[in-house]
């Protein structure tokens, strides 16, 4: 039996690097104390598509996702009741489920940000946020299978 730190009660520990939920805590943490601070000068400005936010909208959703990928891959074995990762690998599904989460948590933030008189709620900041979320959760993804083969 397990005790909540990942100890067995022969006193042994298992790994909980892959369940581990902090490193994707603190990115999404970071991603929303970003996402509510003024923005020196009109970052929107640029007159094209693309604003001056974009790469870190892709960036931080990218790394809330890959971080993502591992605790959600677990997770998921865990309730479903398969417990070999040669059953339920990485693959689309977990890759899916992260991206899906982290783009639910950019709306959320785009959310917040609605009644804050230095930011709005941004329609294409979101499609940012999820089509970050999507490189990251795919590259995590395929990391992982590249290091499960190695």
């Known amino acids: 039996m397990q005790t909540p730190r990942g100890e067995t009660e022969g006193g042994g520990s298992r790994d909980t690097s892959?369940?581990?939920w902090r490193p994707a805590?603190?990115?999404a943490a970071a991603v929303l104390l970003a996402s509510v601070v003024p923005v020196p000068g009109d970052a929107s400005a640029g007159g094209g598509v693309v604003s001056l936010t974009d790469p870190f909208h892709l960036l931080g959703y990218a790394a809330l996702a890959a971080a993502l990928v591992c605790p959600v891959g677990a997770g998921l074995r865990e309730r479903i009741?398969?417990?070999?990762?040669a059953l339920l690998p990485r693959t689309?599904?977990?890759a899916t489920l992260a991206a899906l989460a982290s783009t639910a948590f950019g709306l959320g933030v785009e959310v917040v940000q609605a009644p804050i008189p230095w930011r709005s709620f941004a329609v294409a900041d979101a499609v940012v946020n999820a089509v970050?979320?999507?490189i990251g959760a795919a590259i995590a993804v395929a990391w992982w299978g590249h290091r499960k083969r190695a």
Do not use: N, P
């Open 132 to 134: 970050g979320a999507l």
């Open 81 to 85: 009741g398969f417990r070999s990762a």
């Open 25 to 27: 805590a603190a990115i």
């Open 92 to 94: 689309a599904v977990v």
């Open 18 to 20: 892959r369940t581990d």
